[in-house]
């Protein structure tokens, strides 16, 4: 696989917990927002871009956290195909 496909499954968690901290920081900013009645059209329309940050945040936190599980088990499947191959070949 070349270098720049590699997936690093530790960077990846990284990622992922970091998209996480992200959303979970704005969540607390909204919930600590006036209500949507006390606001302007200008504060409802940050609220709205704002949650929307909040759920793709959540959901990028979520893939890179999936795909840090998949990079993981496909280096573990490499790495017993690989010891597989060197026990046949010291056989």
């Given at each position: 696989m070349?270098?720049?496909?590699?997936l690093d499954p530790d960077r990846l968690h990284a990622h992922a917990?970091?998209?996480a901290g992200?959303?979970?920081?704005?969540r607390g900013a909204l919930?600590?927002?006036?209500d949507a009645a006390d606001t302007d059209t200008e504060q409802e329309r940050l609220r709205a871009v704002v949650g929307a940050a909040v759920r793709e945040l959540?959901?990028?936190s979520a893939a890179l956290a999936g795909a840090a599980s998949a990079a993981s088990s496909t280096d573990a499947e490499v790495g017993r195909s690989l010891r597989e191959i060197l026990g046949?070949?010291?056989a």
């Open positions: 070349p270098s720049e496909l590699h917990s970091a998209a992200m959303s979970e920081e704005l919930h600590g927002a006036p959540a959901g990028l046949r070949e010291r």
